[in-house]
């Protein structure tokens, strides 16, 4: 592999890390209060918002908030791939995830568990000037313009930028999930405790079950007196009854508390492996497409499909959306979907024809989806297919929320507007950015 440098372990006051810590925290805020982040690209900013909008339409709100794992923060770990321009870094760490989802002001869900945050940052590549006609967003009004442009000061809201301010820009996120907390210590008191009670009344049944087979007479009378009185043996009885429990119920809850998490991590374990059978094909095509256009690689596909798949899910009208070529209506099992946390993907079949590449993935995936009011959290298997036109190698820069008009020069937003506002020409989508063909879950 070329083009590819990695550090598993990046030092705290690496400009990388320090904007990866920034960044969390911008995340964190934008779920609970709202406040854009500062760092995301217009195209992650763009997706979030399709996912509030989303949620909100449901009548939901989602709040989700990073914060440190219960053992120390684990070392942050960076991977860079770069074009002629560019460098992406992904890098990310171990975080607690916590989710909380309410309806009207009811929690109708909440989770918190151990996970991971890894974010795509894009930067200029060292003693590289991306050129003045880049398309890029203005990052105070989200104005279509170019890096020139900015510079200069934007058209709309006037404001001058510098190129440290443009970037480093967050291209793609990555929220992970690994279900409950592995060997959390805290349920172990619970196991104990339920494992003592339950013992205490069992014994105590037993024994008082026992008193009736015994004395058939004492129980005659309970039955027509429903008095039932304890005597002085049966209280000490019962008062032994109490350590004997205690002892029971570490005796056997230590014991069902380590059976539990182990099937548990075994879950976890199979949930993890899903998709592995479609790394050769993965592998072979991202090779041929290297060939073709020596930009490509497996990471710019996975974070790019990835995307893609977020921008259908999140928007409350997929085929409102340009990368949206669908023929068939979207299913209702995957409108549903309100939050995913990615697991696997991989190519399940390719096409490369007169200079059109077909592709299609299936996506391993955690989603919550939203059904008569509940949260149901599911393992799904998400199958997308994409196309594009493989003409000009890939373009790391590129956001559909700034595009440069081949006709006339000019930037405009084509996220949701097919053709140039100022000529009116049909912008070639295919030839620059995947579009989606078909998904299926
Ligand atoms: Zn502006
Ligand atoms: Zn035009």
Known sequence: MHNFELSPNLPKNHDLNKKYNRFAKQL??????????????????????????????????????????????????????????????????????????????????????????????QNPKTGCV??????????????????????????????????????????????????????????????????????????????????????????????????????????????????????????????????????????????????????????????KMHTLDPTFSIEYFRDKSTSLLKFMLYSSDPQELNICQCKKPIPKKIREIIDITYRNSGVTKYSIKNGVCNVSLTFYTDSLHYRNGRIIRSSDKIRMSMRKVIKKPTDLGFSFKAVTCPSCGGSFDAANVRNCPYCGNDYPFEENEWVVTDISI
């Open 28 to 121: 964190s805020e934008w779920y609970n209060s709202g406040k854009v982040p500062e760092l995301a690209s217009q195209d992650t900013r763009f997706m979030l918002e399709l996912q509030k909008q989303k949620l909100k339409k449901l009548g939901i709100d989602m709040q989700i908030k990073f914060g440190k794992t219960e053992q120390n923060e684990g070392n942050v770990g960076a991977l860079s791939f770069e074009d002629s321009v560019f460098v992406n870094t992904i890098i990310g760490t171990s975080k607690k995830v916590t989710t909380t989802i309410r309806n009207s002001g009811n929690e109708i869900y909440c989770s918190s568990e151990e996970g991971n945050l890894s974010v795509v940052l």
């Open 130 to 287: 991306p050129p003045a006609d880049t398309p890029l967003c203005c990052p105070n009004c989200g104005a279509p313009s170019t890096l020139g442009g900015l510079e200069d000061g934007c058209e709309f809201c006037d404001t001058k930028f510098l190129m440290d301010e443009l970037y480093p820009k967050v291209m793609h996120i990555f929220i992970e999930k690994y279900g409950k907390l592995l060997y959390d210590k805290k349920p172990i008191k619970k196991y104990i405790l339920f494992c003592s009670i339950g013992f205490f009344v069992l014994y105590i049944g037993l024994h008082i079950l026992k008193s009736f087979i015994i004395n058939t007479e004492a129980f005659r009378q309970f039955m027509e007196t429903k008095d039932f009185t304890v005597d002085k043996d049966s209280i000490v009885t019962y008062l032994y009854a109490v350590p004997a429990s205690a002892f029971m119920g570490v005796f056997f809850g230590i014991p069902a508390w380590f059976i539990a998490n182990i099937i548990e991590s075994v879950r976890q374990l199979a949930n993890v492996g899903r998709g592995g059978s479609t790394m050769p094909k993965t592998l072979i095509f991202c090779n």
